[in-house]
């Protein structure tokens, strides 16, 4: 029996204004002191996402084409960068979130594709063209919190997604917001769970969670 999803509490992290804002002050402090800012879910987190992506040898090449869905700072796609993978692109609906990748790129001399791009534009996404590996951390989260109409802008997320994926790609997605179970559901008429990436479990009342999830689907065929 699939879970119930019940819709999250809007929240100003699902406005394009607070990451303008966010993104603003990131520029001001990575050019007065070369911080690149936040990395989303701790570095913890890319990391073990990362691990995994360099695991899949048979399944994911060097040169297999890469994207990071809100990739804010664009570390991320820095990190794969040193890895060794060449095909890379970074979108973002926050043109300062790309200024500021960009920035990074440009000062650290990688050849990283950055583009603005609107999840939410059915034309934009079709202008990307498909990835074999589809990568997101904590946008789909943002997008749950958008305070209108969050639902139907989820269903919109999960059908471009699936645009932008390659019939063989992977689609890996981190959450703090959802469950495995959730996740699961919601994705389900178009996208089958491949397998979970482990992290760091707690236990309280007797139930096992974890704070954030890290799962990897693959299309319906």
Request: proline share 2%; with cysteine.
């Amino acid at each position: 029996m699939s879970e119930q999803i019940e819709e999250l509490e809007g929240s100003e992290l699902g406005t394009k204004d607070f990451w303008e804002s966010s993104y603003t002050r990131e520029i001001n402090n990575y050019r007065d002191h070369g911080d690149v800012g936040e990395v989303w879910f701790d570095e913890d987190s890319q990391n073990r996402i990362i691990g995994w992506i360099a695991r899949q040898e048979d399944a994911i090449k060097a040169d297999d084409s890469i994207i990071d869905l809100g990739c804010g700072n664009g570390m991320m796609l820095i990190e794969l960068a040193r890895e060794g993978y060449t095909n890379l692109t970074g979108i973002d609906y926050s043109p300062k979130a790309i200024e500021l990748s960009k920035a990074i790129c440009r000062d650290q001399d990688l050849n990283i594709n950055y583009r603005v791009v609107d999840l939410m534009s059915e034309s934009d996404v079709a202008t990307l063209g498909q990835f074999k590996v589809v990568h997101d951390k904590g946008t789909y989260d943002a997008i749950s919190l958008h305070p209108e109409d969050a639902k139907t802008m989820r269903a919109q997320y999960i059908a471009n997604v699936h645009r932008m994926l390659q019939d063989d790609g992977l689609f890996v997605l981190t959450s703090c917001n959802w469950t495995e179970g959730e996740l699961v559901t919601s994705f389900a008429g178009l996208f089958k769970l491949r397998s979970v990436i482990p992290t760091p479990t707690f236990k309280f009342g007797g139930k096992v969670g974890s704070v954030v999830t890290s799962i990897v689907f693959e299309k319906n065929k």
